[in-house]
């Protein structure tokens, strides 16, 4: 079938015409044809109506003769786009409550009377706070399980959204992180019981079993709808949008907590999450209408039909360099966080609870403010493997002087915040230049599986490192800088990972680092990935679809 590139609103030829050939001409871009599957839509649907012209898998413009019909493809995704960061608002806001009220959770079960303290004052080693009466190491598996769970469920949920599609992932995973968060809200009614701490972990691991994966649909259904364009852009908003519940989180529910009290706090989380939920139910029918357009939803459940699990042994190394990457910088990121805000008010005089949240949220601050911006910039410029480097080596700074000086911990947490937002637009974006499309669930749920492992161990460690005994209101100094040394550790590691990376990705053709001033520097990079013979046909060709 002859292939042709013209004006993309010139009309298709009258009668059904095709080439001076005779054959029917598809108009299309070569530079973002996904694979053989997409091409072969892309025909029948002419085929099957030669009046329609086809242009562009992703930024399709259709264009129906016989109604006058016009449907832009551009325009549509950014409205996808729009619920599709509401995915991940609420659970993000929910995920780093303890943080926030960590004294509570730590605190004691009843106060004597008079000693009570309501968190808002300076931090006081002869103050009581009452709250849930956990241990350090009971508040830090809070976390660890979360990871944990993240770390098993998402290797299968990548794997059953590249077989069942969005509209299944986007529905129950979002469903889990209501139920997940109703239930850890509800634990918080069984204070002084034995209850309370299994109530709690139940609920943050069907809570990590569901955000987890939810984050894998929301980087699917972005890396199909803006593979070629803006792509880094559109990651950074996506990330944007879920750091702005996590700087909510920090800046309002300090204050929520002294006014309602912790229980009616967590069912605020829960209801956040509900409208997280009710986002998932509206972008899952945009996707699928969005997929009708453009004439690819059987070509896509045809070829999920061919994703097997034998193929995650045929991922390359540059991937799996990219996931130890990725694992060993959030080491450093969401245990510290995790732990901020008790860390500032214990090494640092004068500063409340309140006071130490604000600036231990500063990490999210930066990186709502400054994602979609990076995301432009990487998008402009490229060299994905070189900004992973550099946040890397970048990093190093911060907890050198979180670990050993007494400068203001804001300077650390801003500084953090930017690295962070730099690596998350560089290392996450890059996953899908380097895998098939057809695999790229799969591929995205086994690298939250491995970054969720390292996460998990790290929040152990630092528990241990932190103590045991919840009467110690004040941790030791030299505890903090224990833990600091190992977030210090794992950033080295990072780097060495890094490195090793781009020396791979030069070999094998440069694909991270390629730069083309002034256009989406995806659209030139997407042709490797594609390309790999990861899903073989019957004919020996790739056969990739985007999802």
């Given at each position: 079938?002859?292939v042709?590139?013209?004006d993309p ?9 095709g080439?001076p ?16 599957a ?6 029948e649907?002419?085929a099957?109506?030669?009046?329609i012209?086809i ?14 019909e016009v ?5 549509y995704r950014f409205?996808?786009l729009?619920?599709n960061?509401l ?14 009220l ?6 004691n ?6 000693t009570?303290?309501?968190s808002?004052?300076h931090?006081?080693?002869?103050e009581?706070?009452?709250g849930l ?25 990548g794997?059953?959204?590249d ?9 129950v ?27 709690m972990?139940t ?11 939810l ?13 070629g ?6 990651f ?6 879920s750091?702005?519940?996590s ?33 998932a ?17 059987g ?14 042994r045929?991922?390359p ?10 694992m060993?910088?959030y ?6 966080v995790a732990?901020a805000?008790?860390f ?19 990490v999210y601050?930066?990186s ?6 990076v995301g432009?910039l ?11 480097v ?5 990093t190093l ?7 050993f000086?007494?400068?203001p ?9 930017v690295?962070?937002?730099?690596a998350?637009a560089?290392?996450w974006p ?5 895998v098939p499309?057809?695999t790229?669930g ?11 492992i390292g ?5 152990l ?5 932190l ?17 600091m ?10 780097i060495?990972?890094s490195?090793?990376?781009n ?8 694909t ?9 520097v ?16 019957e004919?020996g060709?790739g ?5």
């Open positions: 079938m002859g042709t590139q013209t609103l010139a009309p298709a030829p009258a009668g059904g015409g080439t050939g005779g054959e029917a001409a598809v108009q299309r871009s070569e530079e973002h044809l996904p694979g053989s997409i091409r072969r839509a892309a025909e649907r002419h099957q109506n030669p009046k012209t242009l562009h898998t992703v930024d399709v413009l259709i264009v129906d003769q016989s109604s006058d449907v832009t493809i551009g325009s409205v996808v729009l619920f960061c995915l991940t608002f609420g659970s993000y806001f929910c995920f780093d409550i303890p943080s926030v960590q004294e509570q959770f730590q605190g079960l009843t106060c004597p009377n008079g009570h303290h309501n808002t004052g931090n006081s080693t002869l009581c706070i009452e009466g956990m241990t350090p190491a009971q508040y830090n598996l809070l976390y660890a399980i979360y990871a944990w769970t993240n770390a098993v469920v998402v290797i299968l949920a794997f059953l959204i077989k069942l599609g969005n509209c299944f992932g986007v529905f995973f979002s469903l889990l992180t209501v139920l997940g968060s109703s239930i850890f809200a509800l634990g918080s009614h069984f204070k002084g019981s034995p209850y309370l701490l299994p109530m972990l609920g943050r691991l069907l809570f990590g079993s569901g955000n987890g994966s984050t894998i649909v929301q980087n699917r259904i972005t890396a199909f709808w803006f593979k364009k803006e792509l880094a852009l559109a950074g908003l996506t990330l944007s949008f750091r702005l519940g700087v909510l989180n920090f800046f309002f529910t300090q204050q929520f907590e002294a006014k309602f009290g912790m229980q009616w706090t967590l069912w605020g989380g829960t209801l956040l999450c509900v409208l997280g939920f009710l986002s139910l509206t972008v899952s029918v945009l996707d699928k209408v969005g997929m009708k357009q453009l004439g690819l939803d070509a896509i459940q045809q070829e999920s039909k061919k994703v097997r699990t034998q193929d995650i045929r991922l190394l540059r991937y799996w360099l990219l996931v130890l990457t990725i060993f910088f080491n450093g990121v969401f245990p510290f732990d805000s008790k500032i008010q214990d090494k640092y005089s004068g500063y409340s609870q309140q006071a130490a949240a604000y600036i231990a949220g500063a601050d930066s709502l403010v400054l994602s979609a911006a432009i990487i998008d402009y410029v490229g060299l994905r493997g070189v900004f992973a550099g946040c890397a080596a970048l700074p911060v907890f050198a002087l979180l670990a000086t007494f400068v911990p804001l300077v650390s947490t801003i500084w953090l915040g690295t962070y937002s730099f998350a560089s290392m890059s996953i899908p230049l380097v499309q057809a790229l799969t591929a995205m749920g086994l690298a939250t599986s491995v970054q969720m996460v998990g161990l790290s929040n460690i630092v528990g241990h490192i103590g045991t005994k919840s009467s110690e209101l004040k941790i030791p100094l030299w505890r903090w800088q224990q833990m040394i190992f977030m210090l550790a794992n950033t080295v590691a990072c060495v990972a490195v090793s990376l020396v791979v990705d030069k070999k094998q053709g440069g991270l680092n390629r730069t083309r001033k002034g256009t989406a995806e659209q030139e990079d997407r042709s490797p990935a594609d390309a790999a013979p990861l899903l073989d046909d004919t060709n056969c990739q679809t985007q999802h």
